[in-house]
Nanobody, 122 residues
Framework: QVQLVESGGGLVQAGGSLRLSCAASGGTFSTYMMGWFRQAPGKEHELAARISGSGTVTYYADSVKGRFAISRDNAKNMMYLQMNSLKPEDTAVYYC???????????????WGQGTQVIVSS
C-alpha cells in the first residue's frame, strides 16, 4: 500500500506562485507513475500533470502547460508541483496520485492523497 500526503496549498493572488509537495510512504517509490489531479467546484477531476518513475518523462494538460512544473525526488520519496502565473481558474483541490506501470497503462490511479486546497483570487 502507498500512502500519499499533500501539503503546500493555500490562498494566492492571480499571477502568484505556489509549490505543492507530496510525501509518499510504502511501496517502492521510484517504480510508480505519479501525478497531480485537480478538481474545481462543480467539475470532474482533471489530470494536471504526470511524471514517470525516473522523472524523465512528463505530461501536462494544455491548461497548465508552460506555467506548472512537476518533479520528483526518489531519494526522498517526494513529488512536487511548482505552479507559476496562477489564474483564478486554477482554483481547485489538488490530489497527489500514484499508480504502478501496469495500472497506469489502463488509466488507473489506485492511490490518492487527501487533497490540498488551492484558491487563486482575482
Amino acid at each position: 500500500q502507498v500512502q500519499l500526503v499533500e501539503s503546500g496549498g493555500g490562498l494566492v493572488q492571480a499571477g502568484g506562485s505556489l509549490r505543492l509537495s507530496c510525501a509518499a510512504s510504502g511501496g517502492t517509490f521510484s517504480t510508480y507513475m505519479m501525478g497531480w489531479f485537480r478538481q474545481a467546484p462543480g467539475k470532474e477531476h482533471e489530470l494536471a500533470a504526470r511524471i514517470s518513475g525516473s522523472g524523465t518523462v512528463t505530461y501536462y494538460a494544455d491548461s497548465v502547460k508552460g506555467r506548472f512544473a512537476i518533479s520528483r525526488d526518489n531519494a526522498k520519496n517526494m513529488m512536487y508541483l511548482q505552479m507559476n502565473s496562477l489564474k483564478p481558474e486554477d482554483t481547485a483541490v489538488y490530489y497527489c496520485v500514484a499508480a504502478s506501470i501496469s495500472r497506469w497503462s489502463i488509466g488507473k490511479y489506485d492511490y490518492w492523497g487527501q487533497g490540498t486546497q488551492v484558491i487563486v483570487s482575482s
